[in-house]
């Protein structure tokens, strides 16, 4: 049985930035419970609201961005906001920002000044190329972080130019590591009971996860390349032509694993052939070795050979497109595909929580707020007090 509370309510969280990476930091921790507060500019809404495919004028990526958020406006760009955003701070947690580097300063909103406020507050800063260093004014994008980073000189295919990976996967790794960092100050908070800076850069995050990259270089004098859909020296993982004219991947690359292979190939002696019995040979070889495990796909149905591969115990499986996902009940079993409410679009499908806790899992309450602004009375009149009256003083001002 899970319990009702949600892990991180109890945490009040303003989320003043826009598009990707800062934004998808607040929905991962609302995901878990925490009051996240989207500021947005009276009259220029975050652009997410328009990204992407639409349905009778409604953006469909903002619900799954900003879910569980509850959406204010105020203009940070006139003296007025800025010292509403002051008692806002007094009553959080953390603030989430992903402006370029000297923004909040210029907006009177530094962390020093803002830490005078709440000595408790943690930001969270996310930029291209953080808030220290020759680089940090540039204006950068996910893009720009992975390029830098080193990603995308090894995505794509050996003949052809560096490509993008199909999602803003810079974003999406930024966001993260700025998560961890944010719960990290978190639980540093208990005992301190100070506040900090969490500085999280673009090409950091990418550069992060490019396993040996530089050691390959500096000690074995090895520049990782292009390679297309395999791994250097590591073979067979790739994918393979079926007879149904679609693909299918199979990663095979340990000795045991290939054994089994090879059994499910009927071909079990290729597990004892010196080109292929030990990692380092299978690598030496891998064109020959993929070649031959492709005649074998090429003879079956990809359902016929996945099922083979499946009874002996060799990683596999489908490309999958969005169709695919809809339909494995694997990712129904495990509620990956959630539909939640819409006022406009009715019954909405997004992905689930992730990661799944046993006692106290994460949980998808409503999608994005369909206008801005929409909980402008809630935050400013019940948790700072403010009238009705002095509401529709500082909307007609353009504060809010």
Request: net charge negative; hydrophobic share 35%.
């Given at each position: 049985?899970?319990?009702?509370?949600?892990?991180l309510?109890?945490?009040?969280?303003?989320?003043?930035?826009?598009?990707?990476?800062?934004?998808?930091?607040?929905?991962?921790?609302?995901?878990?419970?925490?009051?996240?507060?989207?500021?947005?500019?009276?009259?220029?809404?975050?652009?997410?609201?328009?990204?992407?495919?639409?349905?009778?004028g409604?953006?469909?990526?903002?619900?799954?961005?900003?879910?569980?958020?509850?959406?204010?406006?105020?203009?940070?760009?006139?003296?007025?906001?800025?010292?509403?955003?002051?008692?806002?701070?007094?009553?959080a947690?953390?603030?989430?920002?992903?402006?370029?580097?000297?923004?909040?300063?210029?907006?009177?909103?530094?962390?020093?000044?803002?830490?005078?406020?709440?000595?408790?507050?943690?930001?969270?800063r996310?930029?291209?190329?953080?808030?220290?260093?020759?680089?940090?004014?540039?204006?950068?994008?996910?893009?720009?972080g992975?390029?830098?980073?080193?990603?995308?000189?090894v995505?794509?295919?050996?003949?052809?130019?560096?490509?993008?990976?199909?999602?803003?996967?810079?974003?999406?790794?930024?966001?993260?590591?700025?998560?961890?960092?944010?719960?990290?100050?978190?639980?540093?908070?208990?005992?301190?009971?100070?506040?900090?800076?969490?500085?999280?850069?673009?090409?950091?995050s990418?550069?992060s996860?490019?396993?040996?990259?530089?050691?390959?270089?500096?000690?074995?004098?090895?520049?990782?390349?292009?390679?297309?859909?395999?791994?250097?020296?590591?073979?067979?993982s790739?994918?393979?032509?079926?007879?149904?004219?679609?693909?299918?991947?199979?990663?095979?690359?340990?000795?045991?694993v290939?054994?089994?292979?090879?059994?499910?190939?009927?071909?079990?002696?290729?597990?004892?052939?010196?080109?292929?019995?030990?990692?380092?040979?299978?690598?030496?070889?891998?064109?020959?070795?993929?070649?031959?495990?492709?005649?074998w796909?090429?003879?079956?149905?990809?359902?016929?050979a996945?099922?083979?591969?499946?009874?002996k115990?060799?990683?596999?499986?489908?490309?999958?497109?969005?169709?695919?996902?809809?339909?494995?009940?694997?990712y129904?079993?495990?509620?990956?595909?959630?539909?939640?409410?819409?006022?406009?679009?009715?019954?909405?499908?997004?992905?689930?929580?992730?990661?799944?806790?046993?006692?106290t899992?994460?949980q998808?309450?409503?999608?994005?707020?369909?206008?801005?602004?929409?909980?402008?009375?809630?935050i400013?009149?019940?948790?700072?007090?403010?009238?009705?009256?002095?509401?529709?003083?500082?909307?007609?001002?353009?504060?809010?």
């Amino acid at each position: 049985m899970t319990e009702t509370r949600l892990p991180l309510e109890g945490l009040r969280v303003l989320e003043l930035g826009t598009l990707l990476a800062g934004p998808f930091s607040g929905r991962l921790l609302a995901d878990f419970g925490a009051e996240v507060i989207k500021v947005e500019p009276p009259g220029k809404s975050d652009p997410m609201r328009n990204w992407g495919k639409s349905k009778d004028g409604v953006g469909l990526w903002w619900p799954i961005q900003s879910r569980n958020k509850k959406s204010i406006t105020l203009n940070l760009r006139m003296e007025e906001g800025q010292e509403i955003l002051k008692e806002l701070v007094k009553e959080a947690d953390i603030l989430i920002e992903n402006f370029r580097p000297g923004t909040m300063e210029k907006w009177n909103l530094s962390y020093e000044q803002l830490s005078e406020i709440n000595p408790k507050l943690i930001m969270v800063r996310t930029s291209g190329y953080g808030q220290t260093g020759p680089y940090k004014d540039r204006a950068g994008f996910g893009s720009v972080g992975e390029a830098m980073g080193g990603l995308r000189n090894v995505t794509g295919f050996p003949d052809r130019p560096p490509t993008r990976i199909g999602v803003s996967i810079g974003d999406t790794l930024t966001a993260l590591f700025a998560t961890i960092g944010c719960l990290v100050a978190v639980h540093e908070r208990e005992h301190s009971g100070k506040g900090q800076v969490v500085d999280t850069a673009l090409y950091e995050s990418v550069f992060s996860i490019m396993e040996s990259l530089i050691p390959d270089y500096l000690l074995a004098g090895y520049i990782r390349e292009r390679m297309g859909n395999v791994l250097p020296g590591v073979a067979p993982s790739n994918i393979y032509y079926t007879a149904d004219k679609t693909y299918i991947v199979i990663g095979a690359n340990a000795d045991g694993v290939f054994t089994r292979l090879c059994e499910a190939m009927g071909q079990p002696e290729l597990a004892q052939d010196p080109r292929f019995s030990t990692h380092l040979a299978r690598g030496e070889n891998m064109k020959l070795l993929d070649s031959l495990i492709e005649e074998w796909t090429k003879s079956l149905t990809a359902k016929d050979a996945l099922k083979v591969l499946a009874e002996k115990g060799v990683p596999s499986g489908l490309i999958y497109t969005a169709k695919d996902i809809l339909e494995d009940p694997h990712y129904q079993e495990r509620e990956m595909i959630i539909k939640v409410d819409h006022p406009e679009l009715g019954e909405f499908p997004m992905p689930g929580v992730v990661p799944k806790l046993s006692r106290t899992p994460g949980q998808v309450k409503e999608p994005g707020a369909e206008r801005m602004g929409k909980h402008n009375t809630e935050i400013y009149g019940e948790l700072l007090g403010l009238t009705t009256a002095r509401l529709q003083e500082l909307e007609k001002a353009n504060i809010i």
